[in-house]
Nanobody, 123 residues
């Protein structure tokens, strides 16, 4: 069982930066691949980024490639999403998720989800 708690969301102007954190409980955090997803009002939850259990492999949605960076610290049981050059279209609730399978953009393969953190980018 893994419990996930996101933090770091907020209001930022276009072009600004934010770093999201996701703290995980449980001693097996390092065995899970992790992902970040987001959901804007009226839209489905969509993939943002994923990272392997070791942190050695990452995967990004085309819309955030080059602007967002996913990373993890297994000693701290935490995964991060560094977001730069933010755009109004990045506005959404951001969720972290854990999967016991390999890192993937498929949200249905994730077993555990956090409660989400709101990111709002003003123009």
């Amino acid at each position: 069982q893994v419990q996930l708690v996101e933090s770091g969301g907020g209001l930022v102007q276009a072009g600004g930066s934010l770093r999201l954190s996701c703290a995980a409980s449980g001693r097996t955090f390092s065995s899970y691949a992790m992902g970040w997803f987001r959901q804007a009002p009226g839209k489905e939850r969509g993939f943002v980024a994923a990272i392997s259990w070791s942190g050695g492999s990452t995967y990004y949605a085309d819309s955030v490639k080059g602007r967002f960076t996913i990373s993890r610290d297994n000693a701290l049981n935490t995964v991060y999403l560094q977001m730069t050059s933010l755009k109004p279209e990045d506005t959404a609730v951001y969720y972290c998720a854990a999967t016991g399978l390999g890192y993937t953009k498929d949200k249905y393969r994730y077993d555990y989800w956090g409660q989400g953190t709101q990111v709002t980018v003003s123009s």
